[in-house]
């Protein structure tokens, strides 16, 4: 894996998973519709070479009007997506994403590996979408949480799988983060001690 880390963006060369692959194909159907959004949660740590499994793959989308998502909806049913959620658009934003409930697409025929697909329900969700990180993967865009806020959000979320997370993306990055920003972040979700306990 060769990484390269500016504060622009972070160019990122390595043999491509599942996972990958997955985002990639989706993503180009965003970046294609004009759609933002941030990718979030476990994936990040497997873009950057750790070695877990998931199931699913967290997208934060900015919020869209029903027309804007049934465009993206057909554009996506003619690349390969279907909902596993629902099979009618009206549905998927009315009584799911508008209820600040997700959806799941996958490539037709499967459930896994699948996109988890959300609007904002946090400040911390909006943050992350306005200030997504760029990575070139393998020459492809894609964007996601910053790292500065995916650190402190995986202590937050607790688990042993999400500090393990934490302690494999703040080694891999750390003379590159903004450490006012993190430092912001354990603040705001409180979790300094955490971060003392298991990172420092």
């Known amino acids: 894996m060769e990484l390269d880390v500016s504060r622009r963006r972070i160019k990122l060369d390595k043999e491509l998973n599942e996972l990958d692959h997955l985002v990639i194909d989706f993503t180009k159907i965003l970046n294609a519709n004009k759609t933002d959004y941030v ?32 465009i993206l909806w057909q554009a996506l049913s003619e690349k390969g997506f279907e909902c596993i959620t629902t099979d009618d658009p009206k549905n998927a934003y009315d009584r799911y994403l508008m209820k600040r409930s997700a959806i799941r697409f996958a490539k037709e025929g499967t459930f896994i ?45 607790g688990s042993e799988k999400d500090i393990e997370d ?29 971060f003392n306990k298991y990172l420092a």
């Open 39 to 70: 990718l979030v949660s476990g994936y990040i740590s497997i873009l950057f070479g750790r070695s877990r499994s998931s199931e699913d793959i967290d997208l934060v989308v900015k919020k869209i009007s029903r027309k804007q998502f049934s």
């Open 113 to 157: 590996p699948n996109m988890e697909f959300k609007f904002p329900k946090t400040e911390l969700d909006k943050w992350a979408v306005a200030y997504a990180k760029k990575v070139v993967l393998n020459g492809n865009a894609i964007k996601i949480s910053p790292i500065e806020l995916q650190v402190p959000f995986k202590l937050f979320l």
């Open 166 to 194: 934490a302690k494999y993306l703040y080694k891999l990055f750390k003379e590159t983060l903004d450490k006012r920003l993190l430092a912001y972040f354990l603040e705001n979700l409180d979790k300094e001690d955490k």
